[in-house]
Protein backbone atom coordinates (compact mmCIF):
# COMPACT_ATOMS: atom_id res chain seq x y z
CA UNK A 1 0.00 0.00 0.00
CA UNK A 2 1.79 3.11 -0.18
CA UNK A 3 1.12 6.67 0.05
CA UNK A 4 -0.02 8.54 -3.26
CA UNK A 5 -0.39 12.72 -3.49
CA UNK A 6 -2.79 14.56 -5.65
CA UNK A 7 -1.74 17.75 -6.93
CA UNK A 8 -5.23 19.56 -6.73
CA UNK A 9 -3.82 23.15 -7.25
CA UNK A 10 -1.34 24.84 -6.01
CA UNK A 11 0.65 22.24 -8.63
CA UNK A 12 2.40 24.70 -12.03
CA UNK A 13 0.81 28.02 -10.37
CA UNK A 14 1.16 30.16 -7.12
CA UNK A 15 -2.35 29.46 -6.89
CA UNK A 16 -4.92 27.53 -5.16
CA UNK A 17 -2.73 25.11 -3.20
CA UNK A 18 -4.69 21.61 -2.16
CA UNK A 19 -2.70 18.75 -1.50
CA UNK A 20 -4.35 15.50 -1.08
CA UNK A 21 -2.56 12.51 0.70
CA UNK A 22 -4.02 9.21 0.32
CA UNK A 23 -3.45 5.82 1.75
CA UNK A 24 -5.41 2.96 3.05
CA UNK A 25 -8.73 4.26 2.23
CA UNK A 26 -8.34 7.63 4.36
CA UNK A 27 -7.32 11.67 3.00
CA UNK A 28 -6.23 14.30 4.18
CA UNK A 29 -5.99 17.62 2.55
CA UNK A 30 -3.19 19.57 2.94
CA UNK A 31 -4.22 23.40 2.61
CA UNK A 32 -7.93 24.54 0.80
CA UNK A 33 -6.50 27.22 -1.00
CA UNK A 34 -8.45 29.77 -3.96
CA UNK A 35 -7.20 30.02 -6.98
CA UNK A 36 -6.73 33.68 -8.33
CA UNK A 37 -5.74 35.51 -11.02
CA UNK A 38 -6.21 35.09 -14.61
CA UNK A 39 -9.80 34.11 -15.05
CA UNK A 40 -8.91 30.37 -16.59
CA UNK A 41 -7.22 30.33 -13.09
CA UNK A 42 -10.23 31.77 -11.53
CA UNK A 43 -13.09 29.36 -12.74
CA UNK A 44 -11.40 26.27 -11.58
CA UNK A 45 -12.80 27.46 -8.30
CA UNK A 46 -16.55 26.57 -9.83
CA UNK A 47 -15.43 22.99 -10.96
CA UNK A 48 -15.90 20.60 -8.64
CA UNK A 49 -13.04 18.82 -6.65
CA UNK A 50 -12.05 15.14 -7.91
CA UNK A 51 -12.91 14.27 -4.39
CA UNK A 52 -16.30 14.38 -2.64
CA UNK A 53 -15.53 17.00 -0.23
CA UNK A 54 -17.42 14.59 2.40
CA UNK A 55 -14.86 11.83 1.92
CA UNK A 56 -11.99 13.96 3.21
CA UNK A 57 -10.96 12.55 6.82
CA UNK A 58 -9.47 15.32 8.00
CA UNK A 59 -7.55 19.23 7.02
CA UNK A 60 -4.48 21.09 7.67
CA UNK A 61 -3.44 24.33 6.67
CA UNK A 62 -0.16 25.86 6.65
CA UNK A 63 -1.31 29.14 6.98
CA UNK A 64 -4.27 31.92 6.38
CA UNK A 65 -3.40 33.34 3.13
CA UNK A 66 -6.38 33.33 0.92
CA UNK A 67 -4.30 31.11 -1.93
CA UNK A 68 -3.81 28.24 0.99
CA UNK A 69 -7.24 28.67 3.13
CA UNK A 70 -9.63 30.56 0.91
CA UNK A 71 -11.74 27.65 -0.79
CA UNK A 72 -12.69 26.29 3.05
CA UNK A 73 -15.59 27.98 3.03
CA UNK A 74 -16.97 25.97 0.09
CA UNK A 75 -15.13 22.59 1.15
CA UNK A 76 -17.49 22.83 4.02
CA UNK A 77 -20.37 24.36 2.69
CA UNK A 78 -20.72 20.87 0.20
CA UNK A 79 -20.20 18.61 2.89
CA UNK A 80 -16.59 18.83 4.30
CA UNK A 81 -17.62 18.92 7.64
CA UNK A 82 -14.15 17.68 9.80
CA UNK A 83 -11.48 19.14 11.48
CA UNK A 84 -9.77 21.96 10.26
CA UNK A 85 -6.20 21.86 12.36
CA UNK A 86 -4.14 24.89 12.28
CA UNK A 87 -1.75 26.70 14.34
CA UNK A 88 -3.47 29.02 16.65
CA UNK A 89 -2.36 31.71 14.60
CA UNK A 90 -3.76 30.22 11.19
CA UNK A 91 -6.55 29.96 12.88
CA UNK A 92 -6.98 34.03 14.40
CA UNK A 93 -6.31 34.97 10.74
CA UNK A 94 -8.39 32.80 9.20
CA UNK A 95 -11.34 34.32 11.67
CA UNK A 96 -10.65 37.24 10.30
CA UNK A 97 -9.46 36.69 6.54
CA UNK A 98 -12.75 34.42 5.87
CA UNK A 99 -15.90 36.05 6.34
CA UNK A 100 -14.16 39.19 4.61
CA UNK A 101 -13.94 36.75 1.51
CA UNK A 102 -17.28 35.64 1.89
CA UNK A 103 -18.52 39.42 1.72
CA UNK A 104 -16.41 40.24 -0.85
CA UNK A 105 -17.49 37.49 -3.27
CA UNK A 106 -21.02 38.75 -2.51
CA UNK A 107 -20.26 42.18 -2.97
CA UNK A 108 -18.41 41.42 -6.33
CA UNK A 109 -21.45 38.72 -7.50
CA UNK A 110 -24.04 42.13 -6.59
CA UNK A 111 -21.51 44.54 -8.28
CA UNK A 112 -22.12 42.25 -11.63
CA UNK A 113 -25.88 42.53 -11.14
CA UNK A 114 -26.63 45.61 -10.56
CA UNK A 115 -24.68 46.43 -13.44
CA UNK A 116 -25.77 43.49 -15.79
CA UNK A 117 -22.57 42.44 -16.15
CA UNK A 118 -22.15 38.52 -15.77
CA UNK A 119 -23.22 36.18 -18.33
CA UNK A 120 -24.50 34.58 -15.38
CA UNK A 121 -28.24 35.88 -14.42
CA UNK A 122 -28.14 35.97 -11.53
CA UNK A 123 -24.20 36.16 -10.70
CA UNK A 124 -23.74 33.90 -7.57
CA UNK A 125 -21.06 34.19 -5.14
CA UNK A 126 -18.76 31.44 -4.74
CA UNK A 127 -19.21 31.16 -1.24
CA UNK A 128 -20.86 33.88 1.32
CA UNK A 129 -20.12 35.74 4.45
CA UNK A 130 -22.24 33.30 6.46
CA UNK A 131 -20.72 30.30 4.65
CA UNK A 132 -17.19 31.43 5.97
CA UNK A 133 -18.17 32.13 9.27
CA UNK A 134 -19.88 28.43 9.76
CA UNK A 135 -16.48 26.90 8.87
CA UNK A 136 -14.62 28.64 11.71
CA UNK A 137 -16.12 26.17 14.18
CA UNK A 138 -14.34 23.46 12.38
CA UNK A 139 -10.88 24.85 13.68
CA UNK A 140 -8.77 23.36 15.77
CA UNK A 141 -5.64 25.02 16.73
CA UNK A 142 -2.51 23.48 17.49
CA UNK A 143 1.24 24.94 19.12
CA UNK A 144 3.90 24.98 16.49
CA UNK A 145 6.05 21.25 17.27
CA UNK A 146 3.01 19.75 19.15
CA UNK A 147 2.49 16.68 17.37
CA UNK A 148 -1.07 15.40 16.45
CA UNK A 149 -3.11 12.92 14.73
CA UNK A 150 -5.66 14.22 12.45
CA UNK A 151 -6.24 10.83 11.58
CA UNK A 152 -5.24 7.86 13.80
CA UNK A 153 -1.81 6.34 12.64
CA UNK A 154 -1.37 9.74 11.05
CA UNK A 155 1.13 12.22 12.60
CA UNK A 156 0.95 15.95 11.98
CA UNK A 157 3.44 18.72 13.13
CA UNK A 158 3.44 22.55 12.55
CA UNK A 159 7.24 24.54 12.24
CA UNK A 160 7.88 27.97 11.64
CA UNK A 161 7.78 28.65 8.79
CA UNK A 162 8.41 32.72 8.80
CA UNK A 163 6.29 34.57 6.18
CA UNK A 164 3.14 35.34 8.25
CA UNK A 165 1.99 34.76 11.34
CA UNK A 166 1.32 31.56 12.16
CA UNK A 167 2.46 30.15 9.53
CA UNK A 168 4.03 26.70 9.13
CA UNK A 169 5.71 23.98 7.61
CA UNK A 170 4.23 20.61 7.99
CA UNK A 171 5.66 17.27 8.74
CA UNK A 172 3.23 14.61 8.21
CA UNK A 173 4.28 10.77 8.66
CA UNK A 174 1.98 8.21 7.75
CA UNK A 175 2.74 4.72 6.59
CA UNK A 176 5.93 4.32 7.26
CA UNK A 177 6.90 7.65 5.10
CA UNK A 178 7.78 11.15 6.42
CA UNK A 179 6.58 13.87 3.99
CA UNK A 180 7.75 17.74 4.34
CA UNK A 181 5.17 20.49 3.23
CA UNK A 182 6.93 23.92 3.07
CA UNK A 183 4.27 26.06 3.00
CA UNK A 184 4.92 29.25 1.93
CA UNK A 185 8.83 29.91 3.26
CA UNK A 186 9.50 33.77 4.70
CA UNK A 187 12.90 34.66 3.79
CA UNK A 188 15.69 34.90 6.56
CA UNK A 189 15.95 38.23 6.54
CA UNK A 190 12.48 39.72 6.77
CA UNK A 191 12.19 43.27 8.65
CA UNK A 192 9.09 41.62 10.66
CA UNK A 193 9.19 37.94 10.57
CA UNK A 194 11.70 35.25 12.59
CA UNK A 195 13.47 33.32 9.52
CA UNK A 196 11.87 29.79 8.68
CA UNK A 197 12.83 26.87 10.65
CA UNK A 198 15.35 24.40 9.57
CA UNK A 199 13.47 21.68 7.91
CA UNK A 200 13.45 17.81 9.91
CA UNK A 201 14.50 14.72 7.71
CA UNK A 202 12.22 13.65 5.37
CA UNK A 203 11.40 11.08 2.51
CA UNK A 204 9.62 13.64 0.25
CA UNK A 205 9.13 17.11 0.15
CA UNK A 206 6.82 19.68 -1.12
CA UNK A 207 8.85 22.99 -1.57
CA UNK A 208 7.19 26.25 -2.49
CA UNK A 209 8.71 28.41 -5.29
CA UNK A 210 7.14 31.61 -5.91
CA UNK A 211 10.98 32.99 -6.43
CA UNK A 212 12.39 30.07 -7.70
CA UNK A 213 13.60 31.69 -10.66
CA UNK A 214 14.79 35.17 -8.98
CA UNK A 215 16.76 36.37 -5.68
CA UNK A 216 16.14 39.62 -3.93
CA UNK A 217 18.05 42.28 -4.34
CA UNK A 218 20.57 43.38 -1.74
CA UNK A 219 18.83 46.37 -0.56
CA UNK A 220 16.28 46.41 2.02
CA UNK A 221 12.63 47.94 2.44
CA UNK A 222 13.95 50.57 4.31
CA UNK A 223 16.41 51.78 1.33
CA UNK A 224 13.31 51.42 -1.36
CA UNK A 225 10.67 52.86 0.67
CA UNK A 226 12.65 55.79 2.44
CA UNK A 227 13.77 58.17 -0.84
CA UNK A 228 10.25 56.97 -2.57
CA UNK A 229 8.13 58.43 0.51
CA UNK A 230 10.72 61.82 0.70
CA UNK A 231 9.61 62.62 -3.22
CA UNK A 232 5.94 62.02 -2.76
CA UNK A 233 6.22 63.94 0.92
CA UNK A 234 8.32 66.92 -1.42
CA UNK A 235 5.36 66.88 -4.28
CA UNK A 236 2.35 66.57 -1.69
CA UNK A 237 1.23 63.44 -3.74
CA UNK A 238 -0.86 60.54 -2.37
CA UNK A 239 0.49 57.38 -2.11
CA UNK A 240 -1.90 54.62 -2.51
CA UNK A 241 -0.37 51.16 -1.62
CA UNK A 242 -2.63 47.80 -2.15
CA UNK A 243 -1.53 45.65 0.57
CA UNK A 244 -2.23 42.27 1.65
CA UNK A 245 -4.16 42.56 4.89
CA UNK A 246 -1.83 40.15 6.62
CA UNK A 247 2.03 40.52 6.60
CA UNK A 248 2.74 43.39 3.99
CA UNK A 249 0.32 45.97 5.92
CA UNK A 250 2.66 45.60 8.99
CA UNK A 251 6.08 45.11 7.12
CA UNK A 252 4.86 48.78 5.45
CA UNK A 253 3.87 50.30 9.27
CA UNK A 254 7.48 48.83 10.48
CA UNK A 255 9.25 50.40 7.96
CA UNK A 256 7.68 53.87 7.87
CA UNK A 257 7.64 53.93 12.01
CA UNK A 258 11.55 52.99 11.46
CA UNK A 259 12.24 55.84 8.54
CA UNK A 260 10.52 58.64 10.70
CA UNK A 261 12.33 57.33 13.74
CA UNK A 262 15.41 57.47 11.93
CA UNK A 263 14.21 61.15 10.43
CA UNK A 264 14.45 59.88 6.03
CA UNK A 265 10.75 60.63 6.18
CA UNK A 266 9.29 63.56 7.69
CA UNK A 267 7.49 62.84 11.27
CA UNK A 268 4.16 64.43 10.12
CA UNK A 269 3.90 62.68 7.21
CA UNK A 270 0.05 61.37 7.28
CA UNK A 271 -0.43 57.56 7.36
CA UNK A 272 -3.97 55.71 6.49
CA UNK A 273 -4.36 51.98 7.37
CA UNK A 274 -8.11 51.69 5.01
CA UNK A 275 -9.07 48.14 5.76
CA UNK A 276 -10.42 46.92 8.76
CA UNK A 277 -9.05 43.77 7.97
CA UNK A 278 -5.48 44.81 8.13
CA UNK A 279 -6.32 46.70 11.48
CA UNK A 280 -7.70 43.44 13.06
CA UNK A 281 -4.38 41.65 12.10
CA UNK A 282 -2.28 44.12 13.27
CA UNK A 283 -3.90 43.83 16.86
CA UNK A 284 -2.87 40.17 16.49
CA UNK A 285 0.92 40.82 16.85
CA UNK A 286 0.60 41.84 20.23
CA UNK A 287 -1.16 38.62 20.84
CA UNK A 288 1.66 36.49 19.22
CA UNK A 289 4.81 37.94 20.71
CA UNK A 290 7.23 35.07 20.16
CA UNK A 291 6.21 34.54 16.53
CA UNK A 292 7.82 37.86 14.94
CA UNK A 293 10.58 40.13 15.61
CA UNK A 294 8.46 42.81 17.33
CA UNK A 295 8.69 43.51 21.22
CA UNK A 296 5.35 44.58 22.89
CA UNK A 297 6.31 48.43 22.31
CA UNK A 298 6.87 47.82 18.83
CA UNK A 299 3.66 45.72 18.05
CA UNK A 300 1.91 48.64 19.81
CA UNK A 301 3.37 51.46 17.83
CA UNK A 302 2.15 49.46 14.50
CA UNK A 303 -1.45 50.57 15.61
CA UNK A 304 -0.10 53.86 16.47
CA UNK A 305 1.81 54.47 13.22
CA UNK A 306 -0.91 54.78 10.96
CA UNK A 307 -4.93 56.37 11.27
CA UNK A 308 -6.70 53.38 11.36
CA UNK A 309 -10.11 53.45 9.25
CA UNK A 310 -12.71 51.21 9.47
CA UNK A 311 -15.66 52.41 8.32
CA UNK A 312 -16.48 53.41 4.38
CA UNK A 313 -17.74 56.45 5.26
CA UNK A 314 -14.33 57.00 6.71
CA UNK A 315 -13.12 55.64 3.84
CA UNK A 316 -14.88 58.27 1.60
CA UNK A 317 -13.89 61.48 3.88
CA UNK A 318 -10.39 60.81 2.81
CA UNK A 319 -10.57 61.56 -0.92
CA UNK A 320 -11.49 65.35 0.43
CA UNK A 321 -7.92 65.25 1.86
CA UNK A 322 -5.07 66.71 0.42
CA UNK A 323 -2.20 65.33 -0.15
CA UNK A 324 0.91 64.73 0.93
CA UNK A 325 -0.69 61.21 2.27
CA UNK A 326 0.12 57.67 2.77
CA UNK A 327 -3.27 55.21 1.90
CA UNK A 328 -2.22 51.52 2.61
CA UNK A 329 -5.45 49.52 1.79
CA UNK A 330 -6.22 46.12 0.51
CA UNK A 331 -6.35 44.08 -1.63
CA UNK A 332 -2.63 43.66 -2.12
CA UNK A 333 -3.21 42.30 -5.99
CA UNK A 334 -5.96 45.09 -6.66
CA UNK A 335 -8.34 42.50 -7.45
CA UNK A 336 -11.05 43.89 -5.27
CA UNK A 337 -11.59 45.84 -2.05
CA UNK A 338 -11.51 49.97 -0.99
CA UNK A 339 -7.97 50.46 -2.79
CA UNK A 340 -9.48 50.17 -5.84
CA UNK A 341 -11.58 53.29 -5.35
CA UNK A 342 -8.46 54.86 -3.86
CA UNK A 343 -6.09 53.49 -7.75
CA UNK A 344 -9.25 55.10 -9.25
CA UNK A 345 -8.90 58.25 -7.54
CA UNK A 346 -5.51 59.32 -7.58
CA UNK A 347 -3.80 57.05 -10.62
CA UNK A 348 -4.48 59.41 -12.54
CA UNK A 349 -2.20 62.49 -11.05
CA UNK A 350 1.71 62.60 -11.80
CA UNK A 351 1.93 63.39 -8.50
CA UNK A 352 0.91 60.81 -7.24
CA UNK A 353 2.42 56.98 -6.22
CA UNK A 354 1.68 53.49 -6.67
CA UNK A 355 3.03 51.89 -4.32
CA UNK A 356 3.94 47.50 -5.05
CA UNK A 357 4.29 45.61 -2.09
CA UNK A 358 4.62 42.02 -3.25
CA UNK A 359 4.24 39.34 -5.47
CA UNK A 360 1.51 39.93 -7.91
CA UNK A 361 -0.07 36.76 -9.37
CA UNK A 362 -0.40 37.31 -13.14
CA UNK A 363 -3.28 38.73 -14.65
CA UNK A 364 -4.28 41.17 -11.50
CA UNK A 365 -4.80 44.44 -11.93
CA UNK A 366 -1.53 45.16 -9.41
CA UNK A 367 0.55 42.90 -12.23
CA UNK A 368 -0.36 44.96 -14.77
CA UNK A 369 0.55 48.16 -12.49
CA UNK A 370 4.00 46.49 -12.05
CA UNK A 371 4.53 46.28 -15.47
CA UNK A 372 3.99 49.76 -16.60
CA UNK A 373 0.41 49.51 -18.16
CA UNK A 374 -0.62 52.83 -18.57
CA UNK A 375 -4.31 52.02 -18.60
CA UNK A 376 -6.54 49.61 -16.28
CA UNK A 377 -9.37 48.93 -16.11
CA UNK A 378 -11.48 49.79 -12.81
CA UNK A 379 -15.35 48.91 -11.73
CA UNK A 380 -15.90 48.56 -15.44
CA UNK A 381 -14.13 52.02 -16.26
CA UNK A 382 -10.65 52.82 -18.12
CA UNK A 383 -8.30 54.40 -15.58
CA UNK A 384 -5.51 56.15 -16.58
CA UNK A 385 -1.88 55.45 -14.66
CA UNK A 386 -0.07 58.54 -14.45
CA UNK A 387 0.87 58.08 -10.66
CA UNK A 388 4.39 57.30 -10.35
CA UNK A 389 5.12 53.07 -9.45
CA UNK A 390 7.43 52.14 -7.46
CA UNK A 391 8.05 48.27 -6.60
CA UNK A 392 9.08 47.78 -3.42
CA UNK A 393 11.47 44.36 -4.76
CA UNK A 394 12.49 43.52 -1.48
CA UNK A 395 8.95 43.45 0.67
CA UNK A 396 8.25 40.00 -0.39
CA UNK A 397 7.32 37.73 2.55
CA UNK A 398 8.89 35.11 0.18
CA UNK A 399 12.50 33.38 0.23
CA UNK A 400 14.32 33.83 -2.94
CA UNK A 401 15.53 30.58 -4.78
CA UNK A 402 19.22 30.85 -2.89
CA UNK A 403 17.39 30.69 0.14
CA UNK A 404 14.63 28.02 -0.27
CA UNK A 405 18.05 26.20 -1.85
CA UNK A 406 20.10 26.97 1.43
CA UNK A 407 16.85 25.84 3.45
CA UNK A 408 16.25 22.55 1.85
CA UNK A 409 20.76 22.16 2.20
CA UNK A 410 20.14 22.50 5.83
CA UNK A 411 18.63 18.62 5.87
CA UNK A 412 20.58 16.45 7.20
CA UNK A 413 20.11 13.43 4.25
CA UNK A 414 18.81 14.02 0.56
CA UNK A 415 14.82 13.43 0.86
CA UNK A 416 14.08 10.88 -2.00
CA UNK A 417 11.85 12.65 -4.11
CA UNK A 418 11.11 16.76 -4.21
CA UNK A 419 8.44 18.24 -5.60
CA UNK A 420 8.57 21.44 -6.64
CA UNK A 421 5.08 23.58 -5.99
CA UNK A 422 3.30 26.88 -5.51
CA UNK A 423 5.33 28.78 -8.51
CA UNK A 424 4.45 29.86 -12.01
CA UNK A 425 5.83 27.11 -14.45
CA UNK A 426 9.27 29.18 -15.65
CA UNK A 427 10.06 29.72 -11.40
CA UNK A 428 9.03 26.51 -10.43
CA UNK A 429 11.41 24.76 -13.46
CA UNK A 430 13.74 27.16 -12.53
CA UNK A 431 14.44 26.01 -9.15
CA UNK A 432 13.70 22.04 -10.21
CA UNK A 433 16.93 22.80 -12.49
CA UNK A 434 18.99 24.15 -9.47
CA UNK A 435 17.78 21.19 -6.85
CA UNK A 436 18.98 18.55 -9.93
CA UNK A 437 21.96 20.07 -10.26
CA UNK A 438 23.06 21.98 -7.32
CA UNK A 439 21.77 19.38 -4.53
CA UNK A 440 21.89 16.24 -6.91
CA UNK A 441 18.38 15.45 -5.85
CA UNK A 442 15.30 13.62 -6.90
CA UNK A 443 13.15 16.38 -8.38
CA UNK A 444 10.07 17.21 -10.67
CA UNK A 445 7.42 19.79 -10.83
CA UNK A 446 4.02 18.04 -10.48
CA UNK A 447 1.11 18.88 -13.31
CA UNK A 448 -1.79 19.89 -11.82
CA UNK A 449 -4.51 17.64 -11.08
CA UNK A 450 -1.65 14.88 -11.02
CA UNK A 451 -1.08 11.78 -8.55
CA UNK A 452 2.67 10.73 -7.37
CA UNK A 453 3.54 8.76 -4.94
CA UNK A 454 4.70 10.22 -1.86
ZN1 LIG B 1 1.27 32.94 1.76
Known sequence: MTVNISFLGGAATVTGSKYLVHYHGRRLLVDCGLFQGYKQLRLRNWQPLPVAPAEIDALVLTHAHLDHSGYLPLLARDG???????????????????????????????????HHLSEHTPALPLYTQLDAQRCLKQFRAHAFHQPFEPISGWRVRFMPAGHILGAASVLLEVGGRRILFSGDLGRPDDLIMNAPEAPPQADTVLVESTYGDREHPPTDILQELG???????????????????????????HAIHMLKARKAIPASLPVFLDSPMAVSTTGLFEKHLGEHRLNMRQSQALSREA????????????????????????SGMATGGRVLHHLALYAGDHRNMIIITGHQAP???????????????????????????VTLSCASAHSDANQTLAWLRSMEHAPQQVYVVHGEPRAAD???????????????????ASTCPA
Not at 307 to 330: C, F, N, W, Y
Not at 364 to 371: E, F, K, N, V, Y
Not at 430 to 448: D, G, K, M, N
Open 307 to 330: TMVQTTDESKALARRHGPMVILSA
Open 430 to 448: ALRERIAHELRWRVAVPEH
Open 227 to 253: PALQRLAERGGVAVVPVFAVGRAQTVL
Open 363 to 389: GTRGARIADGEKRIRIFGQEVDIRAEV
Open 80 to 114: YHGPVHSTTGTRDLCAILLPDSGHLQEEDAAFLNR
